[in-house]
């Protein structure tokens, strides 16, 4: 896949991408630089908060092929997690209620009509990434981050702004955001980057 973090899921438009727009894009799997073509587009639902709802959107995902090794890359906005149906900002918001605001996982299940499962889920696959979150950090950070912060301080930490940390941490793992838990560091699809993230504020 590759990541256009100019776009979240209220911007993205499939139908504004051109050619040129890749130009300077490497493949993901053969790194070739500026060898695409539009491959055509596919339909995926995401989640996100209006006014306090979650409401879910149906957005027309951007494919492009590779000239070079004909692989095809889905252009994924900045704030989508590959295969979840909730946006990264929902996803940590939840993450915020529980660690930093000490609301019981069934008050959250309760208030935004989800259930009791997702938010283990989710809460779990924080647990996994937290050691290369930490990691993440300390490198990014050097200095001012302790070597053993806890999961709500990680929350925290994300949350400033998350955009700007997605794309780091994408940069540096060369893998997808954090929450995709079937993609460990042996079998996760590298990642193309298309654009700049946006500038703070601009989320």
């Known amino acids: 896949m590759v990541y256009d973090f100019s776009k979240t ?50 957005l027309k995902i951007k494919r492009i092929r590779c000239r070079s090794c004909k692989a095809t890359h889905a252009v994924m906005p900045g704030d989508l997690i590959p295969y979840k149906m909730l946006s990264l900002f929902v996803v940590l918001v939840i993450l915020g209620m529980f660690y930093l605001e000490k609301k019981p996982v069934l008050k959250i299940a309760e208030e935004h009509g989800l259930s009791y499962q997702l938010i283990y889920s989710i809460l ?60 460990g560091s042996a079998n996760a699809p590298p990642i193309g980057r298309k654009a700049p993230i946006l500038p703070p504020g601009g989320q």
Do not use: W
């Open 124 to 183: 779990y696959v924080l647990h996994l990434y937290a050691p290369a979150l930490r990691q993440y950090f300390r490198e990014v950070l050097r200095g001012v981050v302790p070597p053993n912060i806890g999961d709500a301080d990680i929350v925290g930490l994300i949350k400033k702004p998350y955009l700007i940390f997605q794309s780091g941490y994408i940069e540096l793992n060369k893998r997808p955001c954090f929450m995709c838990k079937f993609f």
């Open 9 to 58: 899921f209220k911007t993205y438009d499939a139908n504004s991408y051109e050619k040129d727009d890749f130009a300077r894009t490497h493949c993901p799997k053969c790194y070739a630089v500026g060898r695409f073509k539009l491959h055509g587009s596919y339909r995926r639902h995401a989640g996100y908060f209006h006014k306090l709802e979650i409401i879910y959107v149906t």
